[in-house]
């Protein structure tokens, strides 16, 4: 399965040549004739149309009115970002990837091998806590914030999430002023104006750039583990506002300085060049929260290696899955994890799973996403699936995916 013209560049010109003596002739009687109108007829057509000029104006007005008690019209030129930036802008840091030079005659020092940007979502104590992209700090033997004042810190790495591109840091705080504060990334529409706010290091001192949301709720595939095939759907936020990559860990925020999104480069590649993404702020909260506390996220898990039957020949599809013709999505169980749900379900080799408690799941990205955002661990499911043609159903008890 893989995933009218219109030419007006020819345009034809005729030019008629006249005598000049035939266009100063016209020209004076024009000249004449205009004269004996301003006279003669002007001041009473100004005295009969200012009556009719009112209604018109009176009834323009009243359109204009009724429009806008439905309509709001906001020009993002003309949207001031200036309090919004400045009450946001003290909680975005850079983060500096650093790691060891172990190459053929190094010295085995830290060196910068990559930097982005981040955003202090929380202050406690004596401690500030950085969201940022798992991208941003993958790899690094030590990770360096670079705060506002110029001042840099050591930061912890907390926990890091590369499905969803998250990670979490943690430095001292005595010196942090505030925190981001959290908006409600849910409450987006099409066409509201935002900025982003990176501290790209090694770029600029602060990167801000302005748009407008083009799409609040946008799912775009995601290769995660870099093997040229799509294993996740994200769900972010479509913006017209430049994503630069030292901006990516930063702050996408709302006219009122609210924190709404985190600026993702990686998954921007993923998409079309000239649009920015970010993670809804209301999407990365509660791994935000699993990372602090637990240092990764806790998954359900069926413990099933898969496939989806779109990847499948048709074939093999009727010589090996015997799937009535009418099956023409699914998931295909390739093997089984002993003492996991799935075994203790009853799951086997070449069973076709079609739909888990009564919604379809079309390929493995979509019962990756039914698991991960619409069930959770201890949860009792219904799955149906096909066995060598015959419909069957298990029900299953989803478990803790380990590390």
Not at 267 to 279: L, N, S
């Amino acid at each position: 399965m893989d995933f009218q013209q219109f030419n007006d560049n020819e345009r034809t010109r005729t030019v008629y040549r006249k005598s000049y003596k035939g266009y100063f002739a016209v020209g004076l009687i024009g000249a004449l004739l205009g004269i004996v109108i301003m006279f003669f007829v002007l001041p009473y057509v100004k005295q009969d149309a200012a009556p009719e000029q009112n209604v018109s104006s009176a009834q323009s007005d009243t359109k204009s009115t009724a429009a806008a008690s439905n309509i709001t019209t906001v020009n993002v030129k003309n949207v001031n970002f200036t309090d919004a930036v400045n009450k946001t802008i003290d909680s975005v840091v850079g983060v500096n990837n650093l790691t060891q030079d172990n190459s053929f005659g190094g010295n085995g020092e830290l060196q910068q091998s990559g930097s982005g940007s981040g955003v202090i979502y929380k202050k406690e104590g004596n401690k500030a806590y950085i969201v940022t992209n798992n991208h941003v700090i993958e790899g690094a033997n030590q990770v360096e914030v670079s705060l506002k004042n110029k001042t840099k810190v050591k930061a912890k790495i907390l926990g890091a999430d590369s499905l969803m591109d998250l990670a979490v840091l943690e430095i001292q705080g005595e010196k942090i002023p505030k925190a981001a504060e959290i908006g409600n990334s849910e409450a987006l529409k099409p066409g509201e104006p935002v900025a982003t706010i990176g501290n790209p290091l090694g770029y600029l001192d602060y990167s801000i750039t302005q748009g407008i949301v083009s799409n609040p709720q946008r799912e775009i595939p995601i290769d995660v583990d870099q093997d040229q095939s799509y294993d996740w759907e994200a769900d972010v936020i479509q913006t017209d506002a430049s994503i630069n990559p030292g901006n990516s860990g930063g702050a996408l925020i709302n006219v009122a300085g609210q924190l709404i999104g985190i600026n993702s480069m990686k998954i921007a590649q993923e998409g079309v060049e000239g649009i920015g993404f970010a993670i809804p702020i209301n999407t990365a909260i509660p791994i935000i929260e699993d990372l602090e506390k637990d240092g990764e996220v806790s998954r359900p898990y069926m413990g099933i290696g898969n496939k989806s039957l779109e990847e499948i020949s048709l074939t093999d599809q009727q010589q090996y899955l015997k799937l009535p013709e009418k099956i023409k999505s699914g998931v295909v169980v390739l093997q089984v994890s002993p003492n996991s749900p799935a075994a203790r379900a009853g799951l086997q080799e070449r069973d076709v799973i079609t739909s888990i408690n009564g919604e379809k799941i079309e390929n493995s990205i979509a019962l990756r996403k039914f698991l991960y955002t619409k069930t959770e661990i201890g949860k009792r499911i219904s799955v149906e699936y096909y066995r060598s043609g015959e419909k069957k159903t298990a029900p299953m008890t989803l478990q803790k995916q380990e590390s």
